[in-house]
């Protein structure tokens, strides 16, 4: 099968990386750079646990091929964090118990992430709709909503700069 030569950027890294024609950008993330955070949890496009951040929008990586991503920049969950610690989406899905299992929370995280860049001080309503593309099987989504909310409070008031 072809291979084709690309670059990406992924979490600020520029990486050279050789991919088949179909190859999905989530292969490409979790079994050529071994970036294990993004799941896949369906085949449909439906659940969102494969949501990265590319360009400046959230996008299901299983619903790419690898090749369409070329010169890209891509943030994954591993890259959220910095020496200073947890980003304030981390800080804030853990102190409201965003998560269980764990499975859907780095597409949450990342969509978090995008999510409060495109309306900074959301709605219960507007969570809800916006994070209608991930789906969870723990949570039953309260806490979700709350993580949501609390970790825009938490970027309003400085606590953390989303890491641009
Ligand atoms: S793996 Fe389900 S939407 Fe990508
Ligand atoms: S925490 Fe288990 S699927 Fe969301």
């Known amino acids: 099968m072809a291979k084709h030569a690309i670059t990406l950027n992924v979490n600020g890294q520029a990486m050279d990386v050789a991919v088949d ?6 292969h490409t993330l979790r079994d050529r750079l071994r ?7 369906c085949e449909t496009s439906h ?6 951040d590319i ?4 996008v299901k990586s299983c619903t790419l091929l690898a090749v369409q991503c070329q010169g890209a920049e891509i943030h994954t969950v591993e890259g959220l964090a910095t020496a200073d610690g947890l980003h304030a989406v981390q800080q804030a899905f853990t102190q409201e118990h ?19 860049q495109e309306n900074p001080d959301p709605t219960d ?4 709709h916006g994070m209608a593309g991930n ?8 806490n979700i909503i709350n993580a949501v909310r609390v970790a ?13």
């Open 47 to 52: 659940c969102g646990a494969c949501t990265v």
């Open 98 to 116: 965003g998560l269980q299992c764990g499975f859907c929370t780095p597409g949450m995280l990342m969509r978090t992430y995008r999510f409060l």
């Open 152 to 164: 825009g409070e938490k970027l309003r008031q400085g606590e953390a700069e989303p890491a641009e």
């Open 125 to 128: 309503d507007e969570i809800r």
């Open 35 to 41: 970036l294990t955070g993004a799941h896949i949890g």
């Open 135 to 142: 789906l969870c099987r723990c949570t039953g989504y309260q």
């Open 21 to 26: 024609s179909r190859e999905l950008l989530i």
């Open 55 to 58: 360009d400046g929008a959230s």
